[in-house]
């Protein structure tokens, strides 16, 4: 099962490594390692929430994932997003771009950090949006019943998670707005920060407005047919049934592309601490992207996040922390060790409650059929 499913990514980390040796000799070596080590550390609690929507999916839009999928993620997001990033922060056209990215790469370094407000702005936003829909949802299962019983309460107001993550941009923009006059600059920077957090907010509204749609239209169409079967009185519409799967399972894949794309800015932006040459950021980044991929789809086939149930809530409480710390890194530099480190603390902490659950289960079962039995012989 393992090979099966790292296979590629183990081939993919082979290449690349051979490639970063022959590219630039063992330094290049020690780079690309450590990128993609970066990359996964950053991305896990990325792959646990793709299990939760990928498990939905069919074992061909399984496959998409791990084929074209990691295509626009290695060579979209880790190599075409940051030139075009420059492109159109400096005002040049792709082959300039390119050209700069190869031959000038302190400037190239230089053009990624000023953009860096509008990626923190659009990626937090789109991740807030997340973390916010997950705890207002009334769930059956709750982790930190204290806080979510409370917040699922609160999630039947209409719009609440929209309203909050609009006051939160407005506190962001406003923070840079009052620096204008310490910072030059900066005001356009408050305004730059507003539209792109509002563009992270509509891009999510659309496409997980659109995922859940279809997704809903399939459910519905499901039971409709398993009422049908059930009653023998016809066998059900197969060929819309097939287009709508079609159909909710595309906009679902195209939800998980721009999950992954805000979960890789703070990836991108980070591998700049470390170098910046892109080829081997595109081959670290790319080697770290395919693992997750990876990871995803065994969480998926092992059934881990039912056997672990906790674990989905984690990575959202993961994913909130990383909106708020992209926020933050608009005013305030914080180091990427400690964007992984939160993820990888709260997925370790929903494992262990997850663990402690499913112990305390049996138990729990054998006291109630005691009880039962019990009360038969005393009836």
């Known amino acids: 099962m393992i090979l099966k499913t790292f296979g590629w990514s183990f081939a993919v980390t082979a290449l690349g490594l051979v490639a970063a040796i022959f590219y630039g000799g063992w330094t290049a070596f020690g780079v690309v390692a450590i990128l993609s080590v970066l990359e996964i550390s950053l991305s896990f609690d990325n792959a646990v929430v793709n299990a939760g929507i990928l498990k939905k999916m069919n074992a061909f839009w399984q496959k998409i994932f791990l084929t074209v999928g990691v295509l626009i993620a290695v060579f979209g997001m880790r190599l075409v997003f940051p030139v075009v990033i420059v492109a159109i922060s400096a005002q040049l056209g792709p082959i300039e771009a390119v050209d700069l990215a190869l031959t000038d790469k302190d400037r190239y370094q230089e053009l990624v950090t000023d953009a860096h407000p509008s990626i923190a702005a659009f990626g937090g936003m789109f991740l807030l949006m997340i973390f ?38 407005l506190i962001t923009s406003m923070t840079f707005a009052t620096q204008a006059h310490l910072h030059a600059g ?4 408050a305004e730059t920060v507003l539209i792109s957090g509002v563009a992270g907010l509509i891009t999510y509204m659309i496409v997980g407005g659109l995922s859940g749609y279809f997704e809903d239209r399939l459910e519905e169409e499901e039971e409709r047919e398993h009422e049908e079967q059930e009653q023998a009185a016809r066998t059900g519409k197969p060929k819309s049934a097939v287009a709508l799967a079609g159909k909710a399972a595309f906009f679902m894949f195209l939800y998980l592309e721009v999950l992954d794309a805000s979960f890789s ?47 989905e809530h984690g990575a959202h ?6 909106a708020v ?11 990427e060790i400690i964007t992984g480190l939160v993820g990888v603390a709260l997925i370790a902490w929903s494992f262990w409650s997850s663990v402690r659950r499913n112990k305390r289960l049996p138990v729990a079962k054998g006291e109630s059929e005691k009880d039962e039995t019990e009360a038969v012989f005393t009836a």
Request: with cysteine; net charge negative; aromatic share 12%.
């Open 132 to 169: 916010l829909d997950f705890i207002f949802e009334d769930r059956d299962i709750k982790w930190l019943q204290w806080l979510e019983r409370p917040l699922a309460k609160l999630g039947k107001v209409d719009m609440l998670s929209v309203c909050i993550a609009l006051i939160v941009l």
């Open 186 to 189: 900066h005001a356009d920077k």
């Open 265 to 311: 800015f703070d990836g991108v932006i980070g591998a700049f601490a470390i170098t910046n040459d892109i080829v081997l950021m595109a081959l670290g980044l790319g080697i770290g992207a395919m693992y997750v991929r990876s990871l995803t789809v065994y969480l998926v086939r092992q059934g881990t996040l039912d056997d672990y149930v906790y674990l």
């Open 317 to 322: 409480y993961a994913i909130g922390a990383v």
């Open 325 to 335: 710390i992209l926020l933050v890194t608009i005013q305030y530099e914080i180091h």
